[in-house]
């Protein structure tokens, strides 16, 4: 009977010690959940007028988590629910607070990445 008991206690121990392992070689960082979505009239997502080479678009995001917006000339950008920063070409990062509609007329940013906080 203590045989049958001490394979017992030693079988948890290891079990034990087999999540602990794993436990600490998980990433703890929060995975990229950013997603490009429709843009949909009443909806809190952050919107983005943009162009390139001759082509306009207009793109929206929703979640948080960091994307390539591919060096696009950003035209407009309202936030909805959402804090953003927009990382530059040049290396420049800006960050735009939720609630806001800001154009770029005459000097717009030529975006590389878009994150959402």
Known sequence: MISKTK???????FA???TAAVTMVMPTSNA???D?????????????????DGQNSVDCYANKGRTSFGSWWVDRISTG????????VNGD?????RWTDITFPNNPPRVKDIEIL
């Open 7 to 13: 394979r017992m206690a030693r079988s948890v121990g």
């Open 16 to 18: 034990i010690a087999a």
């Open 32 to 34: 990229a959940a950013i």
């Open 36 to 52: 490009h979505v429709e843009c949909r009239g009443g909806e809190d997502f952050l919107k983005v007028w943009s162009h390139l």
């Open 81 to 88: 629910n959402n804090d953003l920063v927009y990382f530059d």
């Open 93 to 97: 990062s800006v960050r735009i607070n």
